[in-house]
C-alpha cells in the first residue's frame, strides 16, 4: 500500500480558515487525488478530488467554501478550507488510487492517510 502523508489540521472558530496537504509516495502516470471525512458516529464522507489533469469534484456541502489544488511534481494535494463551519469538524483522510476516474466514494480509493483532526467551534 503506498504511504499517503498528512499535514495541517486544527482546531478554529467558526468563519475561520485551515489548510490540509497530503503527499503521496506513488508513481502513478495518471491519477486521482482527495479529501474525505468522518464525523463521529456518521459514515466517510467525500469532500473534494482531483486527477493529474485537474479535473476536479467537490461535495456539495463545502463548494464555494474548499478549494482543492494538486502539485504534480510534489504529488501533494492540498485542500484550503475557508468559511468553516462546526459541522465542518471530522477526522479529514487524504486518499489516492491510479486513473482518472474520481468520485467522491471511499471504494475506488486504493491508498489512505491515517487521517488529521479538523474541529471548528461556534
Known amino acids: 500500500q503506498v504511504q499517503l502523508v498528512e499535514s495541517g489540521g486544527g482546531s478554529v472558530q467558526s468563519g475561520g480558515s485551515l489548510t490540509l496537504s497530503c503527499k503521496s509516495q506513488?508513481?502513478?502516470?495518471?491519477?486521482?487525488m482527495g479529501w474525505f471525512r468522518q464525523a463521529p458516529g456518521m459514515e466517510r464522507e467525500g469532500v473534494a478530488s482531483i486527477t493529474d489533469v485537474r479535473k476536479i469534484n467537490y461535495a456539495l456541502s463545502v463548494e464555494g467554501r474548499f478549494t482543492i489544488t494538486l502539485d504534480n511534481a510534489e504529488k501533494t494535494v492540498t485542500l484550503r478550507m475557508t468559511g468553516l463551519k462546526p459541522e465542518d469538524t471530522a477526522m479529514y483522510y487524504c486518499?489516492?488510487?491510479?486513473?482518472?476516474?474520481?468520485?467522491?466514494?471511499?471504494?475506488?480509493?486504493?491508498?489512505w492517510g491515517q487521517g488529521t483532526q479538523v474541529t471548528v467551534s461556534s
Open positions: 486518499a489516492a488510487k491510479t486513473g482518472r476516474y474520481c468520485p467522491l466514494k471511499i471504494d475506488p480509493y486504493t491508498d
Open positions: 506513488a508513481d502513478y502516470a495518471a491519477y486521482c
